[in-house]
């Protein structure tokens, strides 16, 4: 049966970017190169530098989930520089390939066990990261939908009529509001353990969850904000609605278990960018993939053969320093030395 499990999702992200790509297909037709290579030649440079600048954000915000696991676990022997390579190939890779084909798992599980963590450790670590994230997303969902419940229309043919009504949408962000609340103060009181099924939830320290509550959420707004400037800027799209459907966007990708979201986020952008013209959207959209995505992925392949080079060259200088069959001998203590 968990062989079977194990099949389905890649089967299921498979069919997400077949179906989102027929979809997206649809609604691009008409549409020339030309009209988005002009796309991408009007955005001016400056707004090129924001978008850079917004995906270095969002890549140290990503490196923070990682430190704040470790200060979860009790963790303080390991270096910034190591941790943030570490989360930069982790989440560079896991968003290009899949968390269903390449978990992240492995990538931090390769790193840690280097530094003396245990795989418990780092159980509790990927965990945790991923529980961040998902705090971020509820948090500014629920702002979002509080501030301005009408931005739920965008997605009127993709939702039920009853989600996008102002009034429900309203309640949705009231309950989204209401959760991070209560993780608050489960935080803040020291609350037994949450259990849901097999998985235990336990509250952090409430240093580390107000750390949590500053750290997912700047990471959404660095990613989104590569979007952001480079759109159109004279059309004056507002970074809310922007930040909006960035979020309905990217969940909708990472539920389709589709490689990379490929066709699933682009479709949902699309459709509920209605009010700027379909090459600007692309391109923009584009330009995250290049910045958020494809450059990060070219860089993280570098790194993780740099990693597994130094640890075979050092595996290999152990094997030739000891004799087959043979126990090296025990470090000198500093009274033989």
Same mark, same amino acid.
């Given at each position: 049966?968990?062989?079977? !499990? ?7 992200? @498979? ?10 297909? !649809? ?19 400056? #707004? ?6 917004? &995906? ?5 915000? *990503? ?34 390939? $899949?968390?269903?084909?390449?978990? $992240? ?28 994230? $998902?705090?971020? &997303?509820? *948090? ?9 419940? &009408? ?18 949408? !309203?309640?949705? $962000? ?36 107000? #750390? ?7 990471? *959404? ?11 159109? /800027? ?50 923009? *959209? ?22 597994? #080079?130094?640890? @075979?060259?050092?595996?290999? !200088?152990?094997? /030739? ?17």
């Amino acid at each position: 049966m968990k062989n079977v !499990r194990e099949f389905i999702w890649p089967v299921i992200g @498979l069919l997400a970017v077949v179906v989102s790509g027929w979809l997206l297909y !649809r609604e691009l037709r008409g549409m020339s190169l030309d009209d988005v290579w002009d796309s991408l030649t009007a955005v001016p440079s400056h #707004r090129y530098a924001l978008a850079a600048l917004s &995906t270095l954000v969002a890549y140290a915000a *990503l490196a923070w989930y990682d430190r704040i696991a470790l200060l979860h676990l009790g963790v303080r022997h390991i270096s910034w520089l190591f941790v943030s390579v570490t989360s930069f190939t982790t989440y560079a890779l896991s968003h290009n390939i $899949g968390a269903s084909v390449f978990s $992240g798992a492995v990538v931090r599980y390769r790193a840690y066990t280097s530094k003396g963590l245990s795989a418990p450790q780092i159980a509790v670590l990927v965990a945790l990261c991923s529980f961040t994230f $998902g705090l971020g &997303t509820i *948090l500014l969902g629920g702002i979002v939908l509080v501030s301005d419940p &009408t931005l739920l229309h965008r997605l009127e043919d993709l939702l039920p009529p009853m989600l996008t009504n102002p009034a429900t949408a !309203r309640v949705v $962000g009231f309950l989204l509001l209401g959760f991070v609340a209560l993780y608050v103060v489960g935080s803040i009181l020291h609350l037994p353990p949450l259990v849901i099924r097999k998985a235990k939830l336990e509250y952090p320290r409430p240093a580390v969850m107000t #750390r949590q509550l500053i750290a997912a959420p700047l990471e *959404l707004l660095g990613a989104a904000g590569i979007i952001y400037f480079v759109l159109p /800027a004279h059309l004056e799209p507002s970074f809310i609605i922007v930040l909006a459907v960035f979020l309905a966007s990217f969940s909708a990708a990472l539920v389709s278990h589709a490689p990379g979201g490929l066709g699933v986020f682009e479709l949902v952008f699309l459709t509920a960018m209605p009010d700027i013209p379909k090459a600007d959207v692309l391109a923009a *959209l584009i330009i995250f993939r290049l910045f958020y995505l494809l450059i990060p992925f070219a860089l993280s392949l570098v790194v993780v053969l740099m990693f597994e #080079r130094a640890r @075979l060259a050092q595996a290999w !200088r152990g094997r /030739a320093g000891t004799p087959d069959g043979a126990v090296p001998p025990p470090p000198l203590s500093s009274s033989e030395k």
